[in-house]
Nanobody, 123 residues
Framework: QVQLVESGGGSVQAGGSLRLSCTTSGGTYRYMAWFRQAPGKEREGVTAIYTRTAATYYAVAVKGRFTISQDNAKNTLYLQMNSLKVEDTATYYC??????????????????WGQGTQVTVSS
């Protein structure tokens, strides 16, 4: 049974940092990603990693502030978020895909999802 479990969300002031974790079980994946969804908005791709080579991809809005990484020994994906902005406030989801032909920012290409963790950034 595939499971993705996120942790590490919370509330922080603008300029602060948070680290999200996503622990996986029950499968191996070619791509893993972080998406986020703010109230009233569509789910958007934040960053992704191709697990075979550790190649990474970032949305323009977070590039230079967020870092995705993986610890294969712990079956854990991380999202280090620095210099957080109010507009980063959202529910963050971990996602995984076993397919090769993935568009990393497209939610429909990911078949496995975590339950989400809330990140709130205040001014």
């Amino acid at each position: 049974q595939v499971q993705l479990v996120e942790s590490g969300g919370g509330s922080v002031q603008a300029g602060g940092s948070l680290r999200l974790s996503c622990t996986t079980s029950g499968g191996t994946y070619r791509y893993m990603a972080w998406f986020r969804q703010a109230p009233g908005k569509e789910r958007e791709g934040v960053t992704a990693i191709y697990t075979r080579t550790a190649a990474t991809y970032y949305a323009v809005a977070v590039k230079g502030r967020f870092t995705i990484s993986q610890d294969n020994a712990k079956n854990t994906l991380y999202l280090q978020m620095n210099s957080l902005k109010v507009e980063d406030t959202a529910t963050y989801y971990c996602a995984a895909s076993s397919f090769m032909g993935v568009t990393w920012w497209r939610a429909a290409d990911f078949g496995y999802w975590g339950q989400g963790t809330q990140v709130t950034v205040s001014s």
